[in-house]
């Protein structure tokens, strides 16, 4: 069992930046991929960015460029970067943490972006 707590997130302006953490309650190093999704009100969720144990990474189309997904493993914890944010970026974002059995999220953090 994981538990995963976001925190970082807030109002900020467009192009503006915000870094999202994510602690989990033990060690992320047998965990594989590590990722953000985020869901606007009606909206699916969708996946942001992820990074494996490797360092690999995958960007949703709508963040390359803006958004940078990183791991610190020695310290249990998953950021996201996000620069250049625009209105659209507004949503409820979760980390998640793929073990393997199952996925993992945490509770979100609300992300909004003022124009």
């Known amino acids: 069992q994981v538990q995963l707590v976001e925190s970082g997130g807030g109002l900020v302006q467009a192009g503006g930046s915000l870094r999202l953490s994510c602690a989990a309650s033990?060690?992320?190093?047998?965990?594989?991929?590590m990722g953000w999704y985020r869901q606007a009100p009606g909206k699916q969720r969708d996946l942001v960015a992820a990074?494996?144990?490797?360092?690999?990474?995958n960007y949703a189309d709508s963040v390359k460029g803006r958004f940078t997904i990183s791991r610190d493993n020695a310290k249990n914890t998953v950021y996201l970067q996000m620069n250049s944010l625009k209105p659209d970026d507004t949503a409820v974002y979760y980390c998640?943490?793929?073990?393997?059995?199952?996925?993992?999220w945490g509770q979100g953090t609300q992300v909004t972006v003022s124009s």
């Open positions: 998640t943490a793929d073990s393997s059995v199952r996925r993992y």
């Open positions: 990074i494996t144990k490797g360092g690999s990474t």
């Open positions: 033990k060690s992320i190093f047998s965990i594989n991929t």
